[in-house]
């Protein structure tokens, strides 16, 4: 079963920079639109960034301007480069891809989350 693994997020302090990246592993045949969400405490889960695979993105008003999401050369992982955090980017951040499995239908797939925290 093909799952999304995230890697970065951690602590940081306002007016800092962070990295985030999430990867398919296991068996499929291609890579949907990928997307970042986020949860704060007591908060729905809302969304951060989106990107086509034609490159197109789509940023929440909250983060225009300061995060930038994109994709790797291979197409099959994304990143979010946050900059000019602020202590209310504090959440949970969630990776959200299409993908296409080996059965050759299409699976909304989440990360298991990644903790970021914007705080002195």
């Known amino acids: 079963q093909v799952q999304l693994v995230e890697s970065g997020g951690g602590l940081v302090q306002p007016g800092g920079s962070l990295g985030l990246s999430c990867a398919p592993s296991?068996?499929?045949?291609?890579?949907?639109?990928m997307g970042w969400y986020r949860q704060a405490p007591g908060k729905s889960r809302e969304l951060v960034a989106l990107?086509?695979?034609?490159?197109?993105?789509n940023y929440a008003d909250s983060v225009k301007g300061r995060f930038t999401i994109s994709r790797g050369s291979a197409e099959t992982t994304v990143y979010l480069q946050m900059s000019g955090l602020k202590p209310e980017d504090t959440a949970v951040y969630y990776c959200?891809?299409?993908?296409?499995?080996?059965?050759?239908?299409?699976?909304?797939?989440w990360g298991q989350g990644t903790q970021v925290t914007v705080s002195t």
């Open positions: 296991g068996s499929f045949v291609s890579v949907g639109r």
């Open positions: 990107i086509t695979t034609t490159g197109r993105t």
């Open positions: 959200n891809a299409l993908i296409q499995t080996s059965s050759l239908r299409w699976r909304d797939a």
